[in-house]
């Protein structure tokens, strides 16, 4: 992965379920309360699924097929076996939803998912969230989860207090930043207002959704393809 800015998301994998997995949790809550019903029968791309810790909830929550995509081999290598959960070794650059909607997807997507992991860098994101628009089935929807760039709230919430992510929260952000100088990481952030920005250069303004949700440190938005609003 030399040269591609991804490699330290293999250095953190061993550890990344556990540090950053009871973090995430709520966040998954938010996304599945938004989702609903629509979480059944789906069929779900979950791009830079890191461990599988949300994927494993799409399925638990009754997804029909999730395919799980990331990077880093040893990643997926923690998801477990299930029949209904197919892993792909790829960047989200080199356009995997092609490859899947070829082989196997015939009618695309309910959902496609970036939950912490959009970090490439802005244009690539957008051609990446575009791809991905282009495979939603009418009614589904890309849902972004991102980490919010002001650090005030990524830190310490609003009101602002110490949380149980501050520790973890700073570590994070001073590796990421880290990662970044040494040429080994993209880490791309947005504040809520440039996150909602970039989703509305998808397929307009109209179709974005912010998602209702306590988590300051985050940003949650949803793009939807829907006949009514476009
Ligand atoms: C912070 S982890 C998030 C994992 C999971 N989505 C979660 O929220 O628990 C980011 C994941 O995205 C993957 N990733 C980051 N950039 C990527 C890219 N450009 N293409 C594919 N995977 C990527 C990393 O390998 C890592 O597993």
Not at 29 to 53: E, F, R
Not at 81 to 100: G, V
């Amino acid at each position: 992965m030399s040269g591609t800015g991804l490699s330290g998301w293999n250095l953190t994998a061993r550890i990344y379920a556990w540090t950053s997995g009871p973090l995430s949790h709520p966040l998954d809550s938010d996304l599945i309360a938004y989702l609903g019903d629509s979480i059944k029968g789906a069929v779900v791309a979950d791009c830079g699924c890191g461990p599988g810790l949300a994927t494993r909830k799409m399925v638990y929550e009754g997804a029909e097929k999730v395919y799980a995509i990331d990077v880093s081999r040893e990643m997926l290598g923690q998801i477990g076996q299930d029949p209904r959960i197919a892993t792909l070794q790829s960047t989200m650059e080199s356009r995997p939803l092609d490859i899947l909607r070829e082989n196997e997807v015939e009618d695309g997507f309910d959902l496609v998912l970036f939950k912490r992991s959009l970090y490439m860098h802005r244009a690539e994101a957008l051609e990446v969230l575009k791809n991905a628009y282009s495979y939603l089935r009418l009614g589904g929807c890309i849902v972004v989860v991102h980490p919010e760039k002001k650090l005030g709230p990524y830190f310490f919430g609003s009101p602002r207090r110490l949380r149980s992510y501050t520790i973890p929260h700073i570590i994070n952000r001073t590796s990421n930043r880290l990662g970044v100088l040494l040429g080994i990481e993209k880490y791309e952030l947005y504040t809520r207002e440039e996150l909602l920005t970039l989703a509305g250069e998808v397929a307009g303004p109209q179709q974005v959704e912010v998602i209702p949700s306590g988590q300051q440190a985050f940003n949650m938005v949803a793009i939807r393809h829907s006949a009514d609003l476009s």
